[in-house]
């Protein structure tokens, strides 16, 4: 046991601190990684709310979606609501299971939500915002950085780093463009299942550039391109030595250009290209 506090603990412990200051009415903390053992859970929220869960971060959550379940599962806590979005089978009993040890009130938005315009993209956003009409007036104007973010005609952002995340990617650019293909700019963090990033991102590429980012934590250019020359070495791709070079090149193309597989590569890039200088700091996806 590590007694010195995380990153994320000491964000939690000083944005509360914050929101106690300014005598926030309402929050809505979002676990960073799990649920069960977050830094957010030491928080005795009012209802308890669990997304779609799939695989990710599986060094720490387990290998299986019943495992991964456990974890989220454990923020549900005694005799507070639980809303759910539509599971799995295997994820479902686990949470039906601790929301019954918790005497909690368990509830699945399972109804659809298809005639609620939104400003955010993607047909996944309208389960996202499964809300009623006062949320949803807000939610037809939201803007939200790196998801499905078209910067300008030709460049698209999205955090996407997950094989989940990047199949939805890749759902939504079909949704937005049809078949038309992308020169897509990719950098993934280490602990990321890239190969299946890869296999998710393939239909919608034309080509890949694959930049080195600052974070510690990526995975190396060379490392991702050796996943490429495996899989798929026909589709072009190629190293670029930073994420400003890899943009400025991405640009001498004719094709729309997306940029994803990391939140920290999706800020760098956002920083560069709002002109930005500086130090850019650590993200955890």
């Known amino acids: 046991w590590d007694p010195h506090p995380t990153f ?3 964000a939690t412990a000083l944005a509360l601190q914050h929101f106690q200051k300014t005598r926030c009415e309402i929050l809505v903390l979002e676990t960073g990684m799990g649920g069960r053992l977050d830094a957010t859970n030491a928080v005795q929220s009012s209802v308890s709310v669990i997304t779609p869960i799939d695989f990710d971060h599986e060094k720490w959550l387990g290998q299986s979606i019943d495992q991964i379940a ?3 599962a454990g923020i549900i806590k005694l005799r ?7 599971q799995r089978a295997e994820a479902e009993v686990i949470i039906r299971h601790r929301a019954e040890q918790c005497d909690a009130h368990l509830q699945f938005a399972n109804d659809p939500w298809t005639k609620t315009r939104i400003a955010l993209r993607g047909e996944y956003q309208k389960m996202n915002a499964a809300s009623d009409d006062a949320i ?3 939610l037809s104007f939201v803007e939200w950085p790196a998801r499905f973010q078209i910067w300008n005609e030709r460049i698209v952002i999205d955090g996407a780093h997950n094989p989940a995340s990047a199949r939805i990617l890749s759902q939504t650019w079909r949704e937005e463009f049809g078949d038309e293909h992308a020169t897509i700019l990719l950098a993934i963090l280490r602990d990321k299942n890239a190969a299946a990033i890869v296999d998710a991102l393939r239909p919608i590429a034309s080509k890949f550039l694959l930049p080195r980012i600052r974070s510690e934590r990526a995975l190396p250019p060379h490392d991702l391109a050796s996943i490429f020359s495996f899989k798929t070495p026909s589709l072009p791709h190629s190293i670029t030595p930073s994420v400003a070079e890899a943009i400025s090149a991405a640009q001498r193309t004719s094709e729309r250009v ?4 990391s939140l920290h590569f999706a800020g760098e890039a956002l920083a560069f290209l709002r002109g930005e200088s500086g130090a850019l700091e650590e993200c955890a996806q």
Request: aromatic share 4%; no cysteine.
């Open 8 to 10: 994320f603990e000491i």
């Open 70 to 72: 456990k974890e989220k």
């Open 80 to 86: 507070t609501p639980v809303i759910s979005a539509p």
């Open 136 to 138: 949803a007036r807000g």
């Open 258 to 261: 997306l940029i994803t597989g």
